[in-house]
């Protein structure tokens, strides 16, 4: 591995002007991390991309390299690229095994995240760095949010979120408050009488976008966001259909393949496919069929009625009539798109949300809510994690000014209520008893 890493590494061209550098949404210096490597910096190469971004340890696996730095490399107009996806994951990994140190000086200021997905995990390490105590609520029991949720283990194993979970929350003394869902029992204004001076609205999109035809509720369909947190619930069977051709699409034919499925198709209303090539091109090795030009009309128990697509004059996609077909399957995957949830913004006061139910937001991250900010997909829609990573440090700047701003808390005094030391001294004398 590290052969090939420093193969790799030696390919670079140390360009003055890096396309590299300008392609990358986070615009991570890999001219200068790949020159540290090669003069024997490990530590100071691990260091520039941790502090440039915090999960760079996942970036490199699942970024649209492609499409960004190595798809901006000078080399790769007429040879391969390099390969930096594999210099950074090699670096980072390797790095964050010796990340062991503490929570930095208390600054005495609270904030508080909401999600543990990717924007919500880099602002709270980003304000924990500057010494606020960060808590982080999320309805699930682990961190990671979409990337635990919404991308298979094959991808990005669990055990890197893990020990991200160790490195960047535990040791930083970052709280995290699982199981809990902003919206219901907790709402943003029990945030604010709790101390928290400012709040990060980084909930990911959780509800499916329907097809809205008839048999979308049968008993062998799911949504791609359902299937992907648990495929192992599922017993969609050996032939199966995936509605739609984007990254989730091939995420979900590659999962089924993968829990026993031996069919697997993907169903694309036009002729060219909405998911990457890197994506698409792993689907189709693994067996994955594709129809295209297909409108989904009906899920029947025993297959899916589809009709070829046409495009109108005003741009519309319709069935063409006379053309509908049954294709069998034994189970059906919906894959297009996800929305945000409704519940945390109908329970907050005074807070702007666009026609989709989206966040308003300025492009530091305020909301029409003073001391609510948002970033990542409650706030842009779904979009990459290091797009995420990137907006998001923008607005943890930002919180940090708003909270420097503000007077520092003051806790409430009881006078008559018992300190601890009292507590303990009852205790012992009970026990004496």
Not at 77 to 95: D, G
Not at 104 to 111: D, Q, T
């Amino acid at each position: 591995m590290a052969l090939h890493v420093m193969e790799e590494a030696n390919r670079c061209l140390q360009c003055k002007k890096p396309r590299c550098q300008e392609g990358c949404p986070i615009h991570t210096n890999i001219p200068a991390v790949i020159r540290l490597l090669k003069e024997g910096k490990l530590n100071d190469a691990g260091w520039m991309l941790f502090e440039n971004n915090p999960l760079t340890t996942v970036c490199a696996l699942v970024c649209n390299h492609e499409k960004q730095c190595e798809g901006h490399c000078v080399r790769g107009v007429k040879e391969a690229p390099v390969h930096f996806s594999v210099i950074e994951s090699y670096i980072s990994t390797t790095y964050a095994n010796q990340m062991v140190k503490g929570p930095a000086p208390s600054n005495g200021r609270k904030a508080a995240v909401i999600g543990a997905g990717p924007a919500g995990i880099t602002v709270a390490i980003i304000l924990a760095r500057k010494g606020y105590q960060v808590t982080i609520f999320d309805s699930r029991d682990k961190i990671g949010g979409v990337m635990r949720y919404g991308i298979p283990d094959f991808r990005l194993p669990d055990s890197v979120l893990d020990d991200m979970a160790y490195r960047h929350l535990e040791l930083k003394g970052i709280q995290f408050r699982p199981n809990t869902y902003i919206g219901s029992a907790i709402t943003i204004d029990d945030l604010f009488r709790d101390g928290y001076q400012s709040v990060f609205v980084g909930a990911g999109l959780w509800k499916p976008r329907k097809l809205n035809i008839r048999g979308e509720s049968l008993g062998h369909v799911t949504y791609a966001i359902n299937y992907l947190a648990s495929p192992a619930a599922f017993r969609l069977g050996e032939r199966i259909m995936v509605i739609g051709t984007g990254n989730s699409a091939m995420d979900c034919a590659r999962t089924a393949i993968r829990h026993g499925a031996r069919y697997v198709s993907c169903v694309n209303l036009t002729d060219t496919l909405t998911a990457s090539q890197y994506e698409s091109s792993y689907a189709k090795l693994e067996g994955v069929d594709f129809i295209y030009n297909k409108c989904t009309l009906e899920i029947r128990e025993d297959g899916v009625i589809l009709a070829d697509s046409q495009v109108g004059e005003d741009g519309k996609i319709t069935p063409v009539p006379g053309t509908e077909k049954l294709y069998p399957c034994t189970g059906v995957i919906v894959a297009v798109s996800q929305g945000a949830e409704s519940n945390l913004i109908t329970t907050t006061k005074d807070i702007d949300t666009s026609k989709s139910g989206l966040l308003t937001v300025d492009a530091d991250g305020h909301t029409s809510r003073p001391g609510v900010f948002a970033a990542g997909d409650a706030a842009s829609g779904a979009r990459t994690v290091v797009e995420a990573v990137a907006n998001s440090k923008r607005v943890a700047e930002a919180m940090h000014e708003y909270m420097q701003n503000l007077p520092l808390p003051v806790t409430t005094d009881y006078p008559n209520a018992p300190t601890v030391e009292t507590v303990d001294a009852a205790v012992q004398a009970e026990q004496k008893l």
